[in-house]
């Protein structure tokens, strides 16, 4: 019998009000492998009521750091003991291959609630300002309230976890609505939040469609803040609807980013590294290097080794060990893929290999693509501009480190880059000239819930992970405590209304309304 996933709100699994499902398919084999509940308008407003009513009269804000931590560390060991059955859904319904939906996606999404637990457990929601005479001064964290969440496919339980763990370890609740493309496994993540012992409402899935469930949910007026990861186009639409009652919104939107060759890069260990760097999870990567920038002294020798080493990559469905690439995750998407590579044809690149869809025997219904890179490449084409989220890769040639770190930064893009190089020194150098949040030397893909993520330009708002993303989850009050008494020396407020220079100077010890403000 096909498996049903639902809702969860209030504590309650639950089917949506209306009783509408949908399919979740498997990219793999184009097949719908179990259905999910869909939340409408009225599941939304009743998931945000739960979470309104966990923040507002619950015990999970009022905890302690420290108490919080122990169910984040709680959640983290129920997802290693799931970690057999969470990965698979991964690799059915988001077409990631097993083997890193195994060792990637499952250790990050537990490394993520650990590294959050250890933030909470630290119990900084106090930190002293400066001494100021006559006062005391310091800033109390705390949480922001109710958080809405609305995350991508590419990613899904991934995704789930960045924005959870933070979010719930400062003392918020959240309402989570992930993609229909892929929305399994955000589901049971918070079910095992539930499972963990975290106060009913504190932790709500949704899963539904954007311009339902998610436009429901960030334009509601109970909602605090907005966390967002998805296309930048989407984006713009987050900051319109948050704007109603002023939410706070972080927003980890696309990328088109550059990977860098120098002349003096270790050839074997680049042309893999750019290999993973833009065919992981079949391109489908935020910070997929889906544009590399090619020393032209050695630009022959390099490309025609990624060139062969690209054929060799073999495409196959996800659940199978052996396969380096999976599938894209839905028809609509090949067709994009298929789209931008023609129109990358028409614009006088060249393919160097793929440009193709390919069928996997045995899985003629699954959504495959054959690894794809184009030559004579000219930065202002459209396939070296626009994210096209698939396995196609636009090279280009250049001269020097300038011209590199020049290219690189002519996107409206800004989320990562990465320079190969075998000289670290003149590589940090070119690393420090690009305009992007996150930049790799001589490595791709490297994120860790320690230390910050997010994007320049049009790459997004905010960051995720580490203090600085902790932060965003984070409200912060300044509390003024007058040290002085009745005693204290203090200008009266109507003095302040006297022309400047008619007013008496300020004392050492005296402290007033700032009366430009
Ligand atoms: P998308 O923007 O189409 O959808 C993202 C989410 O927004 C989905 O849950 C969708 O249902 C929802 N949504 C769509 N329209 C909405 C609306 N009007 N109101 C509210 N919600 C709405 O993106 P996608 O295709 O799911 O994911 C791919 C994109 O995500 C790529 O652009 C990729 O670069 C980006 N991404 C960014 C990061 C990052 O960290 N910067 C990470 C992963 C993915």
């Excluded at 070119?430 to 490595?443: F, K, Q, S, Y």
């Excluded at 791709?444 to 320049?456: A, D, V």
Aim: some cysteine; hydrophobic content about 40%.
């Amino acid at each position: 019998m096909t498996e049903h996933f639902q809702l969860l709100i209030g504590g309650q699994s639950t089917d949506a009000a209306s009783g509408k499902t949908f399919d979740a398919i498997d990219p793999s084999t184009g097949e719908p492998f179990a259905t999910v509940a869909e939340a409408g308008v009225d599941d939304v407003e009743r998931a945000v009521q739960a979470a309104r009513t966990a923040f507002d009269v619950g015990p999970w804000p009022r905890m302690k750091g420290r108490e919080r931590a122990k169910y984040l560390f709680a959640v983290a060991d129920l997802v290693k003991q799931n970690a057999g059955r969470l990965a698979e859904l991964e690799a059915r319904d988001a077409g990631h291959t097993i083997r890193l939906a195994k060792g990637g996606d499952i250790g990050m999404v537990i490394s993520t609630f650990r590294t959050f637990a250890e933030l909470a457990a630290r119990e900084d929601d106090e930190e002293p300002l400066p001494r100021n005479p006559g006062s005391a001064n310091w800033l109390r964290y705390e949480p922001i309230g109710v958080c809405g969440a609305i995350t991508p496919w590419n990613f899904a339980i991934q995704m789930a976890a960045w924005k959870m763990a933070p979010a719930i370890a400062a003392g918020n609740t959240v309402v989570i609505k992930p993609a229909v493309q892929a929305a399994i496994t955000t589901v049971e993540l918070a079910r095992l939040c539930l499972e963990a012992g975290i106060p009913e409402g504190v932790v709500n899935a949704i899963p539904g469609a954007g311009s339902v469930a998610g436009e429901a949910l960030v334009g509601s007026p109970l909602v605090d803040k907005v966390a967002f990861t998805g296309s930048t186009e989407v984006g713009r639409r987050i900051m319109q609807l948050s704007s109603g009652n002023i939410k706070k919104a972080t927003l980890e939107l696309g990328g088109k980013s550059a990977a860098i060759v120098l002349d003096d890069a270790p050839l074997d260990y680049a042309v893999d590294g750019a290999l993973w760097g833009v065919f992981f999870h079949a391109g489908q990567v935020c910070s997929a290097g889906t544009r590399l920038f090619v020393q032209r002294s050695i630009a022959d020798e390099f490309v025609a080794e990624l060139v062969k080493r690209a054929e060799e990559l073999k495409v196959g469905p996800a659940l199978e060990p052996s396969s380096d690439v999976g599938p894209v995750i839905s028809d609509t998407q090949l067709d994009t893929v298929e789209r931008y590579v023609s129109l990358g044809k028409d614009e006088g690149a060249d393919v160097l290999v793929g440009g193709e869809r390919t069928v996997v025997e045995g899985h003629d219904g699954g959504y495959y693509y054959r690894p794809t890179i184009f030559g004579n490449v000219d930065n202002d084409m459209r396939i070296a501009q626009e994210e096209i989220f698939g396995p196609v890769l636009a090279v280009m040639q250049v001269e020097d480190d300038d011209e590199a770190v020049a290219l690189a930064n002519r996107s409206i893009y800004g989320l990562a880059g990465g320079v190969w190089s075998g000289d670290t020194g003149r590589a940090v150098k070119v690393a420090e000239r690009l305009r992007t949040g996150t930049v790799w030397i001589n490595d791709w893909h490297m994120i860790n819930p320690k230390y910050p993520f997010g994007g320049y330009k049009q790459s997004g708002i905010g960051h995720e992970h580490g203090v600085h993303g902790f932060n965003e989850y984070r409200e912060i009050k300044h509390i003024h405590v007058d040290l002085g008494g009745p005693s204290r020396k203090r200008h009266p407020w109507w003095e302040l209304t006297l022309p400047r220079s008619e007013r008496p100077a300020p004392g050492p010890d005296t402290e007033g309304p700032n009366p430009g403000s």
